[in-house]
């Protein structure tokens, strides 16, 4: 098991302006696998990639990476073991392409061979411009793949992708996948964030997400199969349907 | 501590100062224009003071009088005035700042528009400096002699005072300045969540942050020091490079504050915002404009809990005085910015780590 976390709970904020983000929080990805996390914004995605990086602290609840317990001396995460790439851009605009994986590459203790070598076939794969082009003068959609080349760029075993396909084309897209797919094969586990409901359904498992609770997990065609439904989408409408009434009871 | 990520960290920051040259220029600029304008602007002795002098008949001392009043150039004599009512007529007119009167027993009067403390003692320094010379070379033993000072000039200039508290202000002030929005963008664009994502620890950002900044702080604190010492002839009779070392532990101390302010500010704003009080605290009870000992006793312990207040009265100590680290101002003042700067680190790497 690459992570498990049980009970966890995490909010923001005290008293009267508390607000409770993940609420008896509760996830098990398997190690090699794709684990795409399903739920509109503001359901707490992003502060249980947070958790699990150790960027915030749990209130309650466990959290277990790569087989140790998060904030513990033996847990490799933070570190070399996890690549991350942030919802927001979160790239330095005045620095060239060169300069952004060569920081990185430099923060993960990579050889600078190792970076040249990298940045070569990152460059290539995600279709980059030139690496001499500065960050800040790039469009979206290239600023979101060299965001994703970070993440990608040192081989990590675990790799924590917060919507990284937005505003990427189909094609690209579609090789994203794929290189996710054959590096999962290897070994990787890669949990990716979305809110496209097909692009989730690629994955090994699917966890739906809302309002800081895990609706449900299981790999498409399970969680479709019991109710007869033919997408995700129904299933995701048909789970948010019930807890709405479970709530009004 | 990982070495390699700070240095990193530090490569990082540098390239992204660089890479901006309007505000690279304006960092290195900034401060020797300060220093300059200060230097040309405050502290010098005033000149060209319009004064009357109005002699008697009884007495032969007043064309001895003249001259040597006439001799410097801080006043301008009248001799047109022939009464005490003309002249007292012509300074509440605002046309003259003082009247010299010479009795007719041989006394001096003096006149004044004392509403400027700094004109009025320039003109009393004057007179005193005149007579003094006019007795001593008909040999009289004047009442009241300045012997010679154990440590500054007879005729101390108050930018010679003044100086080494406006180098501690600069050197202050601009560390301050160039820290204080560090992280306040990167804190929430998520780029720090990624540097944190690398297993980095929060000191290795702080101290990489600090070395980038300290390659500015170099040029910055050997601008300011050679353009007071060499520029405006301030006296350096210690070692300069204590002057120089003491310059850049002051910049630390104030790095660690305005990294401190970044960790919690939330937008650029407020961050300008928070710098305002440690700004003024500094300027105005840290002994740079008035003397420490001249503040009421419940102020005094907040004027030494500040790095800016050892540091002036030690550059004082080494400029002037030509002290070393045989001295406890001095010593006190670099082990009070280490034990300063350190602290500081410390809580503003507590800060930065919670997220909340």
């Not at chain 1, 509109?40 to 790569?66: D, F, H, N, Q, Y």
């Not at chain 2, 002290?323 to 790497?349: C, S």
């Amino acid at each position: 098991m690459a992570i498990k976390v049980g009970g966890l709970i995490r909010g923001y904020g005290r008293g009267k302006k508390r607000i409770e983000v993940l609420q008896d929080y509760s996830m098990r990805v398997e190690r090699g696998t794709i684990y795409g996390l399903l739920g509109p914004s503001g359901c707490g995605k992003t502060t249980m990639l947070k958790v699990i990086l150790g960027r915030l602290r749990p209130e309650a609840g466990s959290v277990e990476v790569l087989g140790a317990e998060v904030g513990t001396p033996e847990c490799t995460v933070p570190g070399s073991a996890v690549g991350y790439s942030p919802q927001e851009i979160a790239l330095y605009e005045d620095l060239t392409i060169a300069d952004t994986l060569l920081f990185h590459g430099r923060l993960q203790q990579m050889l600078p061979q190792q970076i040249a070598e990298r940045q070569e076939w990152l460059i290539e794969f995600l279709d980059l411009p030139e690496a001499g082009r500065q960050i800040g003068n790039l469009s979206g959609g290239q600023k979101r793949r060299v965001s994703l080349a970070v993440a990608l760029l040192h081989q990590p075993k675990l790799l924590l992708l917060d919507e990284p396909t937005v505003g990427v084309d189909p094609e690209l897209r579609y090789r994203i996948w794929q290189h996710l797919r054959e590096i999962a094969d290897a070994g990787t586990t890669v949990i990716i964030t979305t809110h496209y409901i097909d692009e989730a359904s690629k994955a090994d498992c699917v966890g739906m997400m809302r309002d800081g609770i895990l609706l449900a997990e299981g790999q498409p065609q399970e969680l479709m199969m019991p109710h007869g439904h033919t997408s995700l989408e129904e299933t995701f409408l048909h789970l948010c349907r019930r807890t709405n009434v479970k709530e009004v009871e | 501590m990982n070495l390699g990520r700070v240095r990193a960290i530090a490569a990082r920051k540098f390239t992204s100062l660089k890479r901006d040259h309007r505000t690279f220029a304006f960092i290195v600029i900034m401060p020797a224009i300060q220093i300059l304008l200060f230097g040309i602007a405050i502290g010098q002795s005033p000149v060209g003071l319009e004064v009357a002098v109005i002699s008697s008949e009884a007495t032969d001392i007043d064309d001895d009088l003249m001259a040597k009043l006439g001799a410097s150039d801080a006043l301008v004599l009248h001799d047109e005035y022939t009464s005490v009512g003309d002249a007292r007529t012509a300074i509440s007119e605002g046309n003259l700042w003082a009247a010299i009167v010479v009795t007719d027993s041989g006394g001096i009067e003096i006149h004044l528009d004392n509403s400027n403390q700094q004109v009025s003692s320039t003109i009393l320094v004057e007179v005193r400096n005149a007579l003094t010379e006019i007795l001593e070379e008909k040999g009289v033993t004047p009442p009241l002699e300045v012997a010679d000072p154990v440590y500054g000039d007879k005729d101390p200039a108050f930018i010679n005072f003044l100086a080494p508290g406006i180098i501690t202000l600069v050197c202050f002030m601009f560390s301050l300045i160039l820290t204080t929005m560090s992280f306040v963008g990167e804190r929430y664009d998520g780029t720090l969540d990624r540097v944190f994502a690398a297993g980095t620890q929060p000191s290795e950002v702080l101290i990489g942050h600090m070395t980038a900044f300290t390659s500015i702080l170099i040029g910055q604190v050997s601008t300011v020091i050679l353009i007071a010492v060499y520029g405006f002839d301030i006296p350096l009779n210690g070692n300069p490079l204590m002057v120089f070392m003491l310059a850049m532990l002051l910049g630390w101390s104030a790095m660690c504050i305005g990294m401190f302010i970044s960790t919690k500010a939330t937008s650029e704003f407020q961050a300008i915002q928070l710098n305002m009080p440690f700004m003024f605290l500094v300027l105005l009870v840290s002994g740079i404009l008035w003397p420490v000992e001249a503040l009421p006793a419940w102020l005094q312990p907040i004027s030494w809990g500040l790095p800016t207040t050892w540091t002036a009265e030690a550059f004082r100590s080494i400029m002037i005085r030509g002290w070393g680290f045989e001295q406890t101002v001095v010593a006190g003042a670099f082990v009070y910015n280490i034990v300063f700067a350190g602290i500081m680190l410390m809580v503003a790497a507590k800060s930065l780590k919670t997220q909340d």
